[in-house]
C-alpha cells in the first residue's frame, strides 16, 4: 500500500512539474526586469517588482486593473449566483422529470454549446445596445448567465443520484421543489461547486465578449484590462509587466479555487445510505 | 369500505411481468403480512402501493379513492425500504427527523420525537452520525425509525428486521405491534421470517411468481394450506412431501416409502389418481419396534438444543426431515424406523391443489 | 374480513398492553389516530396533481427563458444569416445554400477541415486519457494533494490570451524557456512554432494545458459519485489499480466521461485564441483551422453570411461527433 | 464637443497618440470646444470590436485603421466619405501630404481616409557582424547580388550566425514579393481590374527566381523565424527584412544590448528601386453626427501638423512639411529611410486587395515551403488573383 | 500452524473503538460464525481479515504469515459483503465472473462456472439483468455467487442469507455446508440467524462491543455459557434471568419468584451473595397442582404450530418466556404454575461470570 502511495506521488509530481514549467516562468519572470526576456534562461539574473508596481499603480490610458478586478468580481459574483439559480432546477428537471419536450430542449441546449461563440456576437451587440447596455457591467453580465455547460454537467450527476433517495424522501412527505432542494441539491453539492468554480473562471476568464461590450474603465474586465496593458508599450519590452498583471490578477481565483477544492472533493456519495 | 384495496393489479418492467391479477382488501388498522419465495414481488406490490412504482394495469384504492396515480405524499404512507434508502447527507438524527420538518413540525418536538423512537431503537447514541458511519443493522434501525415517526394511515414495511440479531428483533417485533395497537394504522409487512409473519399477521398473503396463493390467518395457513406450495412454504423445516399414486392395494397408497394407515385412507380420492401426500417434520415420532409407518437412513442431525432437525433418506430414495425432541437417540447412519399422527397428514392432487 | 383466531388477536394486543412498557407509549402519542397525515380525500390534492404537471416548467422555464433570448436567438440568426449574401450592415441578397456550396467548393476549407480534424485527432485522445488518468491519481487523499491539484488547476485562472503569449516567447527556439529545460536535460530543442509539421502540436500542447484543469474538475466531482465499496468488492475479486481503472473506474465514469469528451470535441473544433496569438494561422497555413477562417471571413473581409456558414458547419461536425458519442456510450 | 477615437496603436505608437490626444484635449481641443476620447485597442481586437460597433451602428467618431481596409469599409458602407468642403473647413490639404498615402485612402472616387503615416519595408542590418566578416559597416547592401554577398559573407562567421532573415509567410511574404515585383513592373492589374497585367507572368517569375537564389544560397534560418528581432539583438543574424515600425525594437535593443544596427532601403533586384508601404488612415464610421465630424477633423487636422513627433514611432511621415523640419533632418534612420519615398508603392485601393494579398500570401507560404516551384508558384497566383478579381 | 490468527487485534475510526483486544485462532478448514448484537463489530472484524480496513493495532496472520499490510487480493479471501457492492454496470454472470475474468480464466470456462453456480443459486434465468433490475434477494445471491465461484483460502460471509426465504435459506445453507466440505476452505460467517449458527458452525466466536465473550462449539454456547451475555444471546428464546441473593433460608435464594430446591442449593456460592439465575425457556413445563417452583400470569401467547411460546409475569413483577409443548392448555390472563429441571439451571455471579 505504502508503494503505491509513493508511486502515486511520483507521477504527480512529474505531471505537476511539467505543468507547472510555464507557470513557473510566468511567475519568475514577472519579477524580472524587462530586458531580461531578450536574454532567455530559465531563472532570470536580475530582481524587480517594478512590474507589479506598474500593474497596480500605472492607470496607462484610465487602464486600472485593481479598477478591472472590482469589475470582475462584482460581474463573476452576479453571473455564478445568476447561473447557478438557473442552471440547477432546470438540470435537474432535464435529469428526472418527465415533461412534454424535454429531451427537444435538451438537444437544442447542447447544440448552441457546439456553435462557435463568436457567432452571437454581433446579434447580442446589438440586443444589448438596444436594451442601452453597452459599456455596462449588467451588459457583460447578461449574455453570460445562458451558459450550457452547467446544464450539461449538473443533469449528467443529478441522473446518477439513487432513484430511491427521491423515492425516501416523497414518502416522507416531500413536495417536488422540497425532493429537489433538500435531497438531490446536497447530494449533487460536488457538482453544483465544480459548476460554480468552471463558471467563476469563465467569468474572469472571459474575453471577447467583454472586449467588445466595454469601452471604459468603469466595466472593463481583468483580461480586457490586461489586453489594454499588453498593448501599452512594445509587446517584448512588456512582456514582464503583461505576466505580472497575468499573475496578479488570477490571485483571486486561485485562492477561491483552493477554498473551493476542498467543496468538490468532500462531497458525499450520495449511494453510501443505500444498501 | 376497505382502507386498502387491490383490483387485478399487474405490472410490467417491460417484458417482464412480475405480479399478475392481484387482488387484496385490507381493512382499516389490519397487520396484513406478505411472505412468498424471494423475487416473487412483494417488494414490487409494497411500492405500488406507496406509490412509487406506476400500475401497470388494474386499480388500486386507498380509503375508498383510486389512487393509482396519486403522489406518494398525498397517500398517507410511509415505508421501510429494503435498501434502507438512506440520506447520505443528513446525520440519524436527520433522518428520522426529515419527515417531520418537512410537515413543519416545531423543531423541539421534532427533536424529542426524534430521541424518543431513537430510543426504542437502542440507538440514542448514534444520532449524530451519518449513515456511512454505522453497521448494517444499525442501518436499517434508522430506516424503520424514520417510518415510525410520521403517523400515517398506512405502514410499509420490507422486511424491515431482516439484519438485526435475534433479541433486537424480538424486541423490534413488540415494539412495532405496539405501535400498531396504539395507532390502529394500518400495516403491510414483508418478511421471510416465519416467526414474525406467524406472531404478528392478522392475515398472511402468500405471493408466487407475482400471484397470491393463500390468504388466509396464520394458523389458517399452516393448518389448512390451500396448495402444496403454501404448505411447503409456511413452516418449519419444510413441510415433507410423498408422491404417491391411489391404489387399492395394501394401504390405499402405491408409494415405495409411505404405509398409508387407516386414517388417510378414508379421505383417499378414487383408486389410480395421482396425489401428493404432505406431512410435517413435527408430526413425526420415533417408532417403537414393530409400529414403524416410515424407514430410513439418518444422514444429517442438527441439534438445536430444544429440539433435534434430522434428515433422514428413505430406501425409496425420498429426503425427509423430522424435527424429534432434543434428547433422541439419532445419529448419523442409524437406520431409524417412524411414525405419524395420521389426522395431520395432508393430501394434494397432482396440480398441487389441496385434497384433504 | 376473514376470521382470526381470537388468541392471535390477544397476542398482538398484549404485545402493547404488556404492564412493562404501557407505562408510556414511546414511539406514537395518544392523539395520534386523529392528527394522522393528509387524507387523500383531502380537496387541495386535485390541485396539487395540476401544480405536478407544471412544475418541471416552472423549474426549466427560467433558464429557457434566459436561453432562448441570449443564446437561442443569436443563434438562431447566425443560421438565418448563413443563408444569405449578408454585409457588415445586414442582408444584401437572399442566396440559398450558396455559402455552403462556395465553401465545399473551395480548397481554403478544405484544408482548413484537415487541419481542424488533425488538431481534434491529436488534442481528444490527449484530453481524455491525460485528464481520467490525473482526476484518478488526484482523486484520493494523499500528503501535498492539494498542491497538485492546484498546479493542475492554474492554468484555468490564467486567461487564454496571456498564456498564449507566455507560450509564445517559452517555445522560442532561441531564447524559450523549454527548449533551455530541453537542453539542461540533455534533450533537443525543437522550433515548436515555426515548422508546419510542429506548430499544430504544439497549439494542441497549449490548448491541452490550458483546458486539462477544467476536464479533470468535472472528472473529480465524478469520481466522488463512485461508491468506495465497489473498490473494495474489486480488490476482493484480485483487480489490480490498472484494472480497477479499467473496469470499475471508466465504466461508472462514463457518463462524466461523456461530458468531457463532448467538451474536448468542442475545444478541439473552436479552438481559437491559442491560434490567433500564437500562431496566427501559420507558419504557412499550416495552422488555419476552421475558426481562423471564420473569423477572417466575418470579422476581416465581412462575409458575414460566409462566416456563419463556417460556424453553421463547425456546429455540424461537432454535433455529429456528439450524437456518435452519446450512441456509443449508451450502448454500454 | 465630446468625440470617441479608437486606434489600433500599441507600443509606442500607443504612447505617442495618447500623448497627443492629451496634448490636443487640453489645448487645441479646449480651444474649439472638442474633446477626444481616446481608446487603444489591442490590434488583434480591434477589428472585431470596431465591426461589432460598427454593424450595430455604435461605431466611435473617428478611428485609424491600415490604409488596406479602407476599401473593405467603404465598400460596406461603413464609411462615410470626406467632402471637399469639409477638408478646406478643416484646413487639410491632399497636396501637403505624400501623394501615394493620400491615394490609399481613396476608393472609387471618393476620399474616405486622411493618412497619418506610412511604413515601408526595407533591410536592418547588423554592423558589428558587417566588420567582423570584413564589410564596410557603412555602405549597406543596395541590391540583390549585394544583399546576399554580404550574407554569404556572414553567414560563415559561424553556426549559429545566420547570414540574413526574410519573411516566409505571413503578411511580409507578400508585402516583400509586391516591394521585388514593382521593381520589375509598376502594374499588378489589368486597366479594368478583373485580371492580371500583361507581364504579370515574367516579372512574377523573376521575383521568384530572385527568392530562389536567395534560398539556394542557404544563408538564412530554415524555418520561419517569428521573432527576428531577437535573434538580431543577440548578433545572431546579419540583415533583416522588415519594416520601418519595428525601427523602436531595434533602437531599444541597441540601448540595452548595445547593439549596432543600421538601416537601408529595400534592396533593387528589378528595373528600378521600389518598395511596398501601407499608411494609417484616418476614417470617420457612418453615423456621426455633424458635429463629431467636425471635431473630429479639427482633431485630424492638429495631428497632422504634428507629424514629427510620430514618425518617431517608427514611421515615415506622410505630411510633406516634415521633412524640411530640422529636428526631422537630425535623426539618421528616419531620414535614410525616408528617402526612399518617392519610390513607395501602395497595394491597388480596391475591395479584392484583401483576397488577393491572401492568395499571394498562400502561393508564397507554399513556395517557401518546398510544396510548388517557380512555375507552379507563378501559375497559382495567375489563376489565384484572377479568381478574386 | 492456524490458517488465519488474530493477536490482540484492535480497531478505531477516529475516537470511536469498535474492536478491542481480539484474539482469535481459526484452523484451516474450520467452519467460524460471529454472532453478536447490531453494531458490535462483526463486519469490522471480517473487513479487517480481508484487508479493506486498516488493523489499528495488534496482528493479523494467514498461514502463518503477518498481513496486516497485505493487498487484500494477495491475501486469497472471498468476501459476501452485507450491503453486497454489485457491480452496477455488470449482469448477474458479469459480476459472478468477474474475479475470474481477473485471472484470466479461458471465457468458456468462466461461463460454465457461471451457469453452474447460478444453477446452485436457482438464478439461471437471471444471468443477464443487471442488479438494479433485480429484486433485494436476488441481489443478495448474486453476492453469494460472486463469493464462492473462486476458490480462495478463505471466505468470508457477512449475513449472506438474511434476505431470502426460509426455504432458500435452507438449500443455500446445505449449499454452503456443501461447499465447504468439498473445498476444505476456511469460513467465517456472520448471521443473526440461531439456526445457521448452530447447526454450520465449527466454532461461535460471540462478540459484544467489539469484544469477545466467549469462543466455543454450538453446543458448549448453548450448554455452558461463560457469562451472562452469552447465555443470554444464545437460545431462542432469550433464557430468563432472575436476580436474588444467597440466602441461609428457605431454598437457599432470597428471590420474589424462585424456590431453588435442592438440586440447586448444592451449587450454591456462600450466603450473601448476589447472583443471577438462568432457566432457558425450554426448561420449564407446566406443573401439576402443588409441584409449583415458579407461578406467574400468562400475558402473551404465541403458538407456532410446532411449539407455543408463552409469555407470564410473575409476582415479583418479572417477565418470564417459557417455550411449551403445541398444545399446552395456556390462554391470556391465566394464573399459571411452573416446574423446571433443576440440572438445567445456570448460575453467574454479579459480574455476569458463570458460576455453576
Ligand atoms: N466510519 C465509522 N465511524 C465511526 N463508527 C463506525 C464507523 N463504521 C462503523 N462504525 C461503528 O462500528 C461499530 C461496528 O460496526 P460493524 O459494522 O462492524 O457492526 P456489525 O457487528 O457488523 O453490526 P451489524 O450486525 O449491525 O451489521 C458500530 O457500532 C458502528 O456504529
Ligand atoms: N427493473 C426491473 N426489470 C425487470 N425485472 C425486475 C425489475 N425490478 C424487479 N424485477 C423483478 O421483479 C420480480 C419481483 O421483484 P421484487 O423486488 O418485488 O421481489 P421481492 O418479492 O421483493 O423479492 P425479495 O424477497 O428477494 O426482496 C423479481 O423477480 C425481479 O427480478
Ligand atoms: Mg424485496
Ligand atoms: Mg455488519
Known sequence: ?275 | ?356 | ?332 | QSIDFWTLFTGPDGEAISDMVAEFNESAGADADVEVNLLVIPWDDFNTKLSVSMASGQAPALTIVNSDRVPIYANQGALEAFTAEELETAGINKDDYIAASWDAGMFEGEQYGVPLGMFPRHIYYNKALFEQAGLDPESPPTTGEEVLAAAEAIEALGDDVHGMIFAKSGSGAFRDFYSRYWQYNPDLYNEDMTDVSDGFEEAATNVLNDIQAMIDADVSPENEVDDPGQLFAQNKVGIVFSQITDLNLYKAAAENQGVEYGVAPFPVYGNEPATFAMAHEFLIPRGASAEDRAAALTFIEWVGARGFEWAMTGKVPSQLAVFEEERFQAEEDLVTIADIRDTIHFPPSIVAQPDVDRVVREAMEAFYAGRADVDQTVQNLVRGIASEL
Not at chain 1, 505504502?2 to 516562468?25: C, D, E, G, H, Y
Not at chain 2, 414490487?44 to 394495469?57: C, F, N, V
Not at chain 2, 440507538?123 to 443493522?137: A, N
Not at chain 3, 473581409?301 to 449508451?330: C, K, M, P
Request: proline share 6%; with cysteine; aromatic share 10%.
Open chain 2, 1 to 356: 369500505m376497505a382502507e386498502l384495496e387491490l383490483e387485478n393489479v399487474g405490472k410490467s418492467f417491460g417484458a417482464v411481468e412480475v405480479i399478475r391479477n392481484f387482488n387484496l382488501s385490507v381493512e382499516e388498522g389490519e397487520f396484513v403480512v406478505f411472505v412468498g419465495p424471494s423475487g416473487c414481488g412483494k417488494s414490487t406490490l409494497l411500492r405500488m402501493i406507496a406509490g412509487l412504482e406506476d400500475i401497470t394495469s388494474g386499480e388500486l384504492r386507498i380509503g375508498g379513492r383510486k389512487c393509482n396515480n396519486v403522489e406518494p405524499r398525498e397517500r398517507g404512507t410511509a415505508m421501510v425500504f429494503q435498501s434502507y434508502a438512506l440520506y447520505p447527507h443528513m446525520t440519524v438524527a436527520g433522518n428520522m427527523g426529515f419527515g417531520l420538518k418537512l410537515s413543519r413540525t416545531p423543531k423541539a418536538e421534532i427533536r424529542e420525537r426524534v430521541e424518543r423512537v431513537a430510543k426504542v431503537l437502542q440507538m440514542e447514541h448514534l444520532l449524530d452520525r451519518k449513515p456511512s458511519e454505522l453497521s448494517g443493522g444499525q442501518r436499517q434501525r434508522v430506516a424503520i425509525g424514520r417510518a415510525i415517526i410520521r403517523q400515517p394511515r398506512v405502514f410499509l414495511f420490507d422486511e424491515p428486521l431482516s439484519n438485526l440479531d435475534a433479541a433486537l428483533r424480538v424486541d423490534m417485533r413488540m415494539e412495532l405491534s405496539k405501535l400498531h395497537a396504539e395507532l390502529g394504522a394500518t400495516m403491510i409487512y414483508v418478511t421471510h421470517d416465519q416467526v414474525e409473519a406467524m406472531t404478528m399477521a392478522d392475515k398472511i398473503v402468500v405471493l408466487k411468481d407475482g400471484e397470491v396463493q393463500q390468504v388466509g390467518s396464520p394458523l389458517e395457513l399452516y393448518g389448512n394450506p390451500a396448495n402444496l406450495f403454501v404448505a411447503g412454504f409456511i413452516g418449519s423445516p419444510k413441510m415433507n412431501f410423498f408422491d404417491a399414486t391411489v391404489s387399492s392395494g395394501r394401504d390405499g397408497l402405491d408409494s415405495p416409502d409411505l404405509k398409508a394407515g387407516p386414517a388417510i385412507e378414508a379421505q383417499l380420492p378414487p383408486p389410480g389418481t395421482e396425489i401428493t401426500v404432505g406431512i410435517r417434520p413435527q408430526a413425526f415420532a420415533l417408532a417403537e419396534p414393530g409400529t414403524e409407518m416410515l424407514t430410513g437412513e439418518v444422514s444429517l442431525v442438527e441439534r438445536l438444543g430444544d429440539q433435534t432437525i434430522t434428515e433422514l433418506h428413505t430406501p425409496g430414495g425420498k429426503r425427509l426431515m423430522t424435527v424429534l425432541p432434543p434428547e433422541a437417540p439419532v445419529a448419523m447412519g442409524d437406520r431409524v424406523g417412524l411414525t405419524f399422527d395420521p389426522s395431520k397428514v395432508l393430501l394434494f392432487d397432482a396440480n398441487g391443489r389441496r385434497l384433504a
Open chain 1, 1 to 275: 500500500m505504502r508503494r503505491k502511495q509513493t508511486l502515486r506521488w511520483t507521477a504527480l509530481l512529474v505531471i505537476s512539474l511539467l505543468w507547472i514549467l510555464p507557470v513557473a516562468s510566468l511567475i519568475l519572470f514577472s519579477f524580472a526586469p524587462p530586458a531580461e526576456v531578450l536574454s532567455g534562461g530559465i531563472i532570470p539574473s536580475d530582481w524587480t517588482f517594478g512590474n507589479y508596481e506598474k500593474v497596480v499603480t500605472d492607470a496607462g490610458r484610465g487602464v486600472s486593473i485593481p479598477q478591472a478586478m472590482w469589475n470582475s468580481t462584482v460581474i463573476m459574483l452576479v453571473q455564478v449566483i445568476g447561473v447557478l439559480l438557473l442552471d440547477v432546477p432546470a438540470a435537474y428537471a432535464f435529469a428526472r422529470l418527465r415533461f412534454w419536450g424535454r429531451d427537444l430542449f435538451f438537444f437544442a441546449t447542447l447544440l448552441t454549446l457546439m456553435m462557435p461563440g463568436i457567432l452571437e456576437i454581433i446579434s447580442l451587440y446589438e440586443m444589448m445596445s438596444g436594451m442601452g447596455l453597452v459599456d455596462t457591467r449588467m451588459g457583460v453580465i447578461l449574455p453570460g448567465l445562458a451558459r450550457v455547460i452547467g446544464i450539461f454537467i449538473l443533469r449528467q450527476f443529478f441522473r446518477q443520484v439513487p432513484k430511491e433517495l427521491e423515492e425516501a424522501a416523497r414518502m416522507d412527505g416531500a413536495t417536488n421543489f422540497q425532493v429537489f432542494l433538500r435531497i438531490m441539491v446536497p447530494l449533487a453539492a460536488p457538482a453544483i461547486t465544480t459548476v460554480a468554480i468552471i463558471t467563476a473562471l469563465y467569468s474572469w476568464n472571459n474575453f471577447l465578449w467583454p472586449l467588445v461590450i466595454t469601452n471604459t474603465p468603469g466595466s472593463m474586465t481583468v483580461p480586457v484590462a490586461v489586453s489594454y496593458l499588453s498593448a501599452d508599450t512594445s509587446a517584448v519590452l512588456n512582456y514582464t509587466v503583461i505576466l505580472a498583471a497575468a499573475f496578479f490578477t488570477s490571485l483571486p481565483m486561485i485562492i477561491l479555487f483552493l477554498f473551493g477544492q476542498r467543496w468538490i472533493v468532500q462531497g458525499m456519495r450520495p449511494t453510501s445510505g443505500i444498501k
Open chain 3, 1 to 332: 374480513m376473514p376470521a382470526v383466531p381470537t388468541w392471535i388477536r390477544r397476542c398482538r394486543t398484549s404485545f402493547a398492553a404488556s404492564p412493562a412498557n404501557s407505562k408510556t407509549s414511546h414511539i406514537a402519542d395518544r392523539q395520534a389516530p386523529t392528527a394522522r397525515g393528509l387524507s387523500p380525500l383531502d380537496p387541495k390534492a386535485a390541485g396539487e396533481m395540476k401544480n405536478n404537471r407544471l412544475f418541471p416548467y416552472l423549474m426549466v422555464a427560467p433558464y429557457l427563458l434566459t436561453f432562448g433570448v441570449f443564446l437561442g436567438y443569436p443563434i438562431l440568426r447566425a443560421v438565418w444569416i448563413s443563408l444569405f449574401d449578408w454585409g457588415i450592415f445586414g442582408p444584401n441578397e437572399f442566396v440559398g445554400l450558396a455559402n455552403y456550396i462556395d465553401l465545399f467548393t473551395d480548397d481554403r476549407f478544405w484544408a482548413s477541415f484537415f487541419i481542424t480534424g488533425t488538431f481534434a485527432l491529436m488534442y481528444v485522445p490527449m484530453v481524455m486519457i491525460l485528464s481520467v488518468v490525473i482526476a484518478v491519481l488526484l482523486h484520493r487523499a494523499l500528503p501535498g494533494i492539494s498542491i497538485f491539484r492546484t498546479v493542475i488547476f492554474f492554468p484555468l485562472v490564467v486567461n487564454v490570451a496571456v498564456a498564449a503569449i507566455a507560450f509564445n516567447w517559452l517555445f522560442q527556439p532561441e531564447v524559450g524557456t523549454i527548449n533551455a529545460v530541453l537542453d539542461a536535460l540533455g534533450l533537443p530543442g525543437q522550433e515548436w512554432l515555426s515548422r508546419p509539421g510542429w506548430a499544430l502540436f504544439t497549439v494542441s500542447l497549449v490548448t491541452l494545458w490550458i483546458n486539462l484543469g477544467f476536464m479533470v474538475i468535472i472528472l473529480l466531482a465524478g469520481l466522488e459519485n463512485i461508491p468506495d465499496d465497489l473498490y473494495e468488492a474489486a480488490r476482493l475479486d484480485g483487480s489490480n489499480a490498472f484494472q480497477d481503472l479499467i473496469y470499475i473506474t471508466i465504466p461508472l465514469l462514463l457518463p462524466i466521461m461523456l461530458i468531457v469528451m463532448v467538451l474536448s470535441i468542442v475545444h478541439a473544433f473552436q479552438v481559437f485564441g491559442e491560434v490567433l496569438i500564437m500562431t496566427n494561422g501559420g507558419p504557412f497555413g499550416s495552422t488555419t483551422v476552421l475558426t481562423m477562417l471564420l473569423y477572417e471571413e466575418g470579422f476581416r473581409d465581412f462575409a458575414l453570411g460566409r462566416a456563419a456558414a463556417i460556424g453553421v458547419i463547425i456546429t455540424i461536425i461537432i454535433a455529429a461527433l456528439s450524437f456518435i458519442q452519446f450512441r456509443v456510450f449508451r450502448q454500454r
